[in-house]
């Protein structure tokens, strides 16, 4: 990564591990990365993990030797309680990804590292979204975004994501798979690798001849053949029962999953600690840890920062290979 290269890192819900996993990265660091860091949040919820943490890390408003550099995002109150639900907290946590969506889109940082958010104290403060996903879509005009879930030896990209099993087979059309297949395929190349891609049927056995449903042939395979048109080396539909092991095992590169629990159980299987979540789709780029706010280990220091590393890391991938 070169040394000009910024990366902000959202502190999430405060009232969750977000700022304890942040400081203990950020910690496990070498001093002089450390500054290509900003943090966007509370300086105080960062002392407060800093304590938790038993993290000596210094922070600052402004560039200073040894210090974390921090976005200070205004809140009303007080800072949220720890551990426990509250619309303040997840007023706050779309505070801080608004202002770092500010500094991605004027230039001023070239990725965004997300901590976790509550989706129920979001919503209770007002802001109706399904999470990260949308939020993100909507501060940056986009009319959708694509999940990646990005593991060293599985990575899976979602048709959908935070809907109803019965929502999500009414998204799996052919427009939309093509658009996921394609969004994979352009983000590996910009990373400089050339995928193999595998579709995941809907049905069981994709359908088995329409014994068990004609989704797959009536829109995924269709979606497959025109991406191939493209010159997108992809095949399928394949059984969802094997192609996850067929690509751990080497066959593939992606595998495009056509629901939020058919992509996500096997990366948690495999990957559960360092499996990180990207957006594609987005004007922006951001990952983001593969984990919630935790709010049962919660200000006890006990919160593991791996998966914040790994995300540290994708994010370094991505801004090293800005077009």
């Avoid at 105080?44 to 800093?50: H, I, K, S, W």
């Avoid at 426990?84 to 007023?91: E, F, Q, R, T, Y």
Wanted: aromatic content about 4%; hydrophobic content about 45%; overall charge neutral.
């Amino acid at each position: 990564m070169s040394k000009d290269t910024r990366i902000a890192i959202t502190l999430g819900d405060p009232a969750g591990v977000g700022p304890e996993v942040i400081v203990k990265a950020l910690n496990a660091l070498p001093e002089a990365e450390r500054r290509s860091f900003t943090v966007v949040g509370s300086e105080e919820a960062l002392r407060r993990a800093n304590s938790a943490c038993g993290t000596s890390l210094l922070f600052s408003p402004t560039p200073k030797d040894g210090a974390i550099l921090v976005d200070e995002v205004p809140i009303e109150g007080r800072l949220p309680q720890i551990g426990k639900v509250d619309a303040a907290a997840g007023d706050a946590s779309v505070r801080y990804i608004r202002r770092a969506v500010e500094l991605a889109l004027s230039g001023a940082v070239d990725c965004i590292v997300t901590a976790p958010i509550n989706k129920e104290a979001m919503n209770l403060a007002g802001h109706h979204y399904d999470g990260h996903t949308g939020l993100l879509a909507h501060l940056t005009g986009s009319k959708s975004s694509f999940m990646l879930l990005a593991s060293e030896r599985l990575n899976t990209i979602h048709v959908s994501t935070h809907v109803s099993l019965r929502g999500a087979i009414e998204r799996a059309k052919t427009e939309r798979v093509l658009a996921t297949i394609m969004a994979g395929h352009q983000h590996f190349l910009r990373i400089g690798k050339a995928p193999r891609i595998a579709v995941a049927g809907l049905n069981p056995h994709c359908g088995e001849n329409g014994l068990f449903g004609t989704e797959d042939t009536e829109f995924l395979a269709p979606a497959v053949e025109q991406a191939r048109a493209k010159g997108i080396d992809v095949v399928g539909p394949i059984s969802a029962d094997t192609v996850f092991a067929r690509a751990y095992n080497g066959a593939f590169d992606l595998v495009v999953a056509q629901y939020h629990d058919q992509g996500h159980i096997p990366i948690k299987l495999v990957a559960f600690d360092s499996a990180v979540n990207v957006s594609l789709g987005l004007p922006i780029d951001r990952v983001s840890v593969d984990h919630g706010t935790a709010f049962d280990i919660a200000g006890t220091g006990k919160a593991n920062h791996v998966n914040m590393l790994s995300a540290i890391s994708y994010a370094r991938l991505i801004a090293g290979a800005h077009a």
